[in-house]
């Protein structure tokens, strides 16, 4: 197992790992900086060496990023269940989201896997991973 880069986050904060040149994911990000009241949640992204590094022990592959991480109370999630997750840590009314877990996994997760593979093509894709706002930037690791 390769070893995760020292970087400053502790393992009780919540955390995103997303795709870092992925419009979409980008966006939800900032969507999450917004409503994150209490300022609870880090982000990294997937190419920083630490997301890299996380991807790679979550056994999600670093060469294509199709799913975001979400590492909430020491429990990680992947796919929809991440976005499930990330939304009920935010409280009412986003903890609404969680009636999503009424579908089953292989629904979910096809549903997810139809989103993910066309989100360039639906949504765009950077060059590179942009530069955030000096108070994002505080919450960003890796």
């Known amino acids: ?3 995760r880069p020292n970087v400053p986050h502790q393992a009780y904060e919540p955390l995103i790992v997303f795709d870092g040149v992925c419009v979409f994911c ?8 917004r ?4 300022k609870r949640f880090r982000f990294a992204t997937a190419q920083s060496p630490f997301g890299e590094a996380l991807f790679r022990e979550h056994g999600l592959p670093t060469d294509h990023y199709d799913s975001n991480l979400a590492i909430i109370d020491g429990v990680a999630f992947t796919r929809l269940d991440s976005f ?5 840590a935010l409280g009412w009314p986003w ?3 969680k009636a999503l877990l009424v579908l089953p996994r292989p629904l ?3 549903i997810y896997d139809r989103v993910a593979k066309n989100r360039y ?4 894709r950077k060059d590179s991973c942009e530069i955030p706002s000096a108070e994002l930037r505080q919450r ?3």
């Open 121 to 124: 093509a639906l949504f765009g």
């Open 26 to 33: 980008s966006g939800f990000v900032q969507l999450i900086f």
């Open 1 to 3: 197992m390769t070893e």
């Open 95 to 97: 903890r609404a989201a």
């Open 108 to 110: 979910r997760d096809w």
């Open 140 to 142: 960003l690791i890796g």
């Open 84 to 88: 499930i997750a990330v939304m009920a």
């Open 35 to 38: 409503l994150d009241r209490k």
